[in-house]
């Protein structure tokens, strides 16, 4: 009864924005690597990092 005056707690919003959050962040994440030089940053991956080497 407390949660009909109430509503929904903070849990359960927070459980209902979580895929929401993380798609935006998954899209965020790939806007930055793409707006950046992205060798830079898959040359941190360590298997990758050997196939783009200039010498």
Known sequence: MLE???GRTP??????WIP???TWG???GITVIYATDWKVIVGH???IKGKFKTD
């Open 26 to 28: 998954i899209v965020a």
């Open 20 to 22: 929401t959050v993380t």
């Open 4 to 6: 009909r005056l109430i």
């Open 45 to 47: 991956i360590p298997y």
């Open 11 to 16: 849990m359960q919003l927070l459980k209902n």
